[in-house]
Structure formats: C-alpha cells, structure tokens
C-alpha cells in the first residue's frame, strides 16, 4: 500500500460565523501531484494553510510528512516547502541573495548554502540573472525563482497555492514542467489552481471544493465519467457502410450529410470495444471514429454550479 503524504480527516475552520471547511477529509499518496480545485472563496487557500501549519484548523486530525499537525507542528515545517499565491521573492535584492537569505533562514553553513544556491538557480535556469534585482525578472522568472528559494530546504512536500496565477501561457508551460520534474525525483506536491488546464495535465488526483465540502475526488478521467454528454462519433465516406452501421448501433444520433453517427457512452474502454465488436459482427469499418469526453470545465461547473456568491475564504489581504 502506498504511503501517504498528507492525511487528513473531518478538518473544519470558520471565519465568525462562516464556515470554510466543514468536514474535509484528504489523502495524497507520496511521489504525487493531487490537485485542489474549486471556485473563488471555497477554502483552498485555508486547506494549504492549515496543512503548512499557518493556522490552525478548528477540528479535525491531519498528518503530513508522517507528523500530526497539533502535536508536531515543528517537525511538519521542516518537512515541507510553501509558494503562495503572493511571491515570497525580495525584488531589493538580487536573485542570488534571495536564495542565500532563504539558506540562512535554515540554518544551513555558508558553505552548502551557497553550494545549494547555485545548484538551484542553475536548475531553474536563472544563473545568469543571479546577480540581478529580483525586481527586474518577468513574471516567470520570479516563480521560477520562488519556487527555487522553496527547495532550499530540501522538502518531501511542497504546497503550491494557485502558483501560475498571472504567468503568460509559455511560462505556465515552464512552470508545468519544472513541476513534474519535482515530482518524478521524489517530491509530493499539493496544488490549488483556477486553470482547470492546468489540473488536467498535472494532476493524479483532484478534488473538488464546494461550499467547505469536497463535492467529488478521483483522477482527471473518472471525474469527467461523472458528467453526462461522453460519445463516440463514426464518419463515413460511403452511405452503405453508414445505413448499415446506423441500424446496428442503436440509439444513435443520424448526420446524413455528414455521413456521421452520434453514440452516447461514457467513453469508457468496455464501451468503446462493445461498439467496435458490434461493427466487426456486421463487417462495417468507420473511416474514422472519436471519443469525446466531457472536460474538466464541464465537470467543474456541474459540481458547483453559479459560485459567483459562494462562502468567502480567508480574505486575502489578511493572507498577504
């Protein structure tokens, strides 16, 4: 059985009398990426800052990195790396000093911390904007490098709340991938994000938040199983081969001019082979076919609905 990285059962906070998190229950499996989604104000950011130990929670239990979070806070922190949603880079002071204060700040000796310094902005590919203002780097740069000053201190875990916010569609890209690496040299990371893109190409598995409460989790493909409107499409070039196929499949949705049939399934493996086998009984060939499945767009919004008025989060100037 794979061990967990985070573990978390019933977490519970409330702001007065509104209730972020009511009864969370979370399990990310080490070497992973688990994605946390869900509209403006659903609790992410105050589930990442419950687990890095930034508040606390109101109840529940939670273990990360194998360390209860009420009774070893301690040992948590020194496990785990955190990149908000606001950077933690000093634009005063070059790319270089940042990374030393952040060894400093983990009492590393001068020596290995600049040894680790240099290693990271080498990987990151900011070695030659290392003695720079940190205010002079794009908006890329500056996550890259936030991202770096994170893994200074070599941690198991790493927290990234919504970390691409704001990033041109190339440096999102850049980003994705540094994000991978980490994962495949052993690091977990726990990700929130908006771009539901983004939660689709790095995820393992994804929750989704909705009113304090998880609505539905899985990996990316059986979330969007979830949502009705997954088909397979055949065309065809000749309408022998298509009034044939048309009465063997049934309850399929006719494209005469087109040639096409329209088959609702949920995109599944078995549905796509019981379809194929029926075709191959009759000795009918699509000239192409096509699975469509519903997206994580569609998955969102079946889940949650119009959120535009949904519970507030922790308010965010107060997370700056």
């Known amino acids: 059985m794979t061990d967990l990285a985070i573990a978390a059962n019933g977490l519970r906070k409330s702001y007065g009398d509104k209730t972020v998190l009511d009864g969370v229950d979370l399990a990310v499996p080490e070497g992973t990426i688990f994605s946390l989604l869900g509209p403006n104000g659903a609790g992410k950011t105050t589930a990442v800052k419950i687990l890095s130990t930034l508040i606390t929670a109101d109840g529940g239990q939670a273990q990360v990195a194998g360390h209860d979070l009420s009774t070893d806070p301690r040992s948590v922190r020194a496990a785990i790396g955190v990149t908000g949603q606001f950077s933690a880079v000093d634009g005063l002071i070059t790319g270089e000093e940042n990374m030393l204060l952040m ?29 720079k203002p940190a205010s002079t780097y794009s908006g890329g740069m500056k996550r890259r490098l936030d991202i770096a000053m994170t893994l200074v201190g070599d941690p198991s875990i790493i927290f990234l709340d919504e970390p ?33 893109e983004e939660a689709d190409q790095l995820a393992d598995r994804i929750a989704v938040l909705h009113h304090g409460t998880l609505a539905a989790e899985g990996t990316p493909d059986q979330l969007k199983r979830l949502i009705p409107g997954g088909h397979i499409q055949l065309r065809f070039t000749e309408p022998a081969a298509y009034r044939d196929a048309a009465a063997t499949l049934i309850d399929t949705t006719r494209d005469d001019d087109s040639l096409t049939l329209r088959l609702a399934g949920d995109g599944s493996q078995r549905h796509l082979r019981t379809t194929l086998d029926r075709l191959d009984a009759a000795g009918i060939e699509a000239d192409e076919l096509t699975v469509h499945t519903p997206d994580l767009d569609d998955v969102f919004f079946a889940l949650t609905g119009d959120t535009a008025a949904g519970i507030p989060d922790q308010p965010k100037e107060n997370a700056r």
């Open 103 to 131: 060894a400093d700040l983990h009492h590393l000796p001068t020596r290995e911390g600049r040894r680790i310094a240099a290693e990271l902005l080498e990987r990151f590919d900011l070695t030659d904007a290392a003695d």
């Open 164 to 196: 691409t916010t704001g990033l041109d569609p190339r440096a999102r890209h850049n980003l994705w991938q540094i994000i991978r690496e980490l994962v495949t040299g052993g690091v977990t990371v726990f990700l929130t994000t908006q771009y539901l």
